[in-house]
């Protein structure tokens, strides 16, 4: 590893499989590592990826997490340079924004700004597009900022809706955009030459 590595915090709430694509994909590079694995649920499946990879993980709580400063502080320790939320649910508080400016990216299972907002996460955004009849769907890479699912727009994926496709079809399709596109563009992000 060189000592221009730079270090990625993956935040995350769940099973984590975009987690486990991104740190995959960054295995053995020189341009990025996974640093640090940061949820707020100690259930998540997400540390027992961190465990069997040998990431060091931060557990957060809600109520200090809500302030920010300690969470600043933990995440300063490890030298982070990009986070990448990766199905975390929490609103992040504006003095985290604050301290990685443009340095902050989330994926949404969703083309944003449709199916986007508070409540908008995981099953419920594939129901949603389902009920909706969308003849289309697909996912969003976008930088974060105080507002949920509002920031600017990195990258986006489409697929088709098929007449029979149903939620899970509708969220197996999005995964496989998400683990086919999420470390590509994070790499293109840190790469000298950038996006
Ligand atoms: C992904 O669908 C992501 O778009 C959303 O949460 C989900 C996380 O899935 N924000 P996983 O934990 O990476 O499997």
Redesign the pocket.
């Known amino acids: 590893m060189s000592p221009s590595t730079q270090n990625i915090a993956i935040f ?10 991104i740190i995959d994909h960054f295995k053995g590079s020189a341009l990025a590592r996974i640093a640090l694995i940061v949820t707020g649920n100690p259930k ?3 540390l027992n990826i961190a465990e069997s990879e040998g990431i060091p993980t931060l557990i957060i709580d809600k109520t200090e997490f809500a302030t920010g400063e300690k969470t600043v502080d933990d995440l300063e320790q490890y030298q982070i340079d990009l986070i990448v ?5 929490w609103k992040l508080p504006p003095v985290l924004v604050a301290a990685w400016p443009g340095k902050i990216i ?5 083309l944003l700004p449709k199916f986007g907002g508070a409540g908008m ?2 099953k419920h ?1 594939f129901r949603a597009v389902h009920e909706a009849g969308e003849r289309e769907s697909g ?1 969003t890479i976008h930088y974060v900022d105080e507002l949920y699912d509002h920031g600017q727009i990195i990258f986006q994926s489409h697929f088709t809706i098929l007449p029979g496709d149903d939620p899970e079809t509708i ?1 197996l399709k ?2 496989e955009l ?1 683990h086919e596109h999420f470390p590509l563009i994070i790499e293109q992000l840190l790469s000298p030459s950038g996006l």
């Open positions: 995350a709430s769940g099973r984590g499989s975009n987690a486990q694509k998540a499946g997400v939320l990766a199905g975390f649910l989330n994926i949404h299972p969703a996460y995981g955004v996912i969220a999005t995964h998400e």
